[in-house]
């Protein structure tokens, strides 16, 4: 399962932020202990452990002493909040970079992304 380049524990991190945003963990509700995502993914809990601990850091999720870990209260708009930022910054920055540079306007760009939205438009009649 977490067979890509990124550390595991950073997986794990995303796999869970994944689930946060998607609504699938919601605000409260407990998610696996470390010991748990140890043994169902067959990890050392240590680097569960990690993971978690990232993520209480971040706020998206909190310990309740002697129960576990629980999703934070407000953790999916904090996550939605950040990855709009990051949109911003890092996709569509730097496609506005690219229009400006190939000559097209802010107006075809706008038009452009209301007939994308609309279905109306595709990047053949461009």
């Known amino acids: 399962m977490f067979d890509g380049p990124e550390p595991i524990y950073i997986q794990i991190a995303q796999m869970i932020r994944a689930q946060v945003l998607a609504g699938e963990l919601k605000e409260e509700e407990q998610v ?3 010991t748990q995502f140890a043994t169902t993914f067959r990890i050392n809990p240590a680097t569960a452990q990690k993971a978690f601990a990232g993520l209480v850091e971040e706020g998206v999720l909190y310990k309740r002493r002697g129960l576990g870990m629980f999703v934070a209260p407000q953790a999916r708009e904090r996550l939605l909040e950040d990855h709009r930022k990051r949109y911003f910054e890092e996709v569509l920055a730097p496609a506005l970079q690219q229009a400006d540079i190939l000559g097209i ?12 939205r609309d279905g109306k438009r595709t990047t053949e009649e461009s």
């Open 105 to 116: 306007s802010t107006d075809d760009v706008v038009a452009y992304v209301l007939g994308a």
């Open 32 to 34: 696996m202990s470390t």
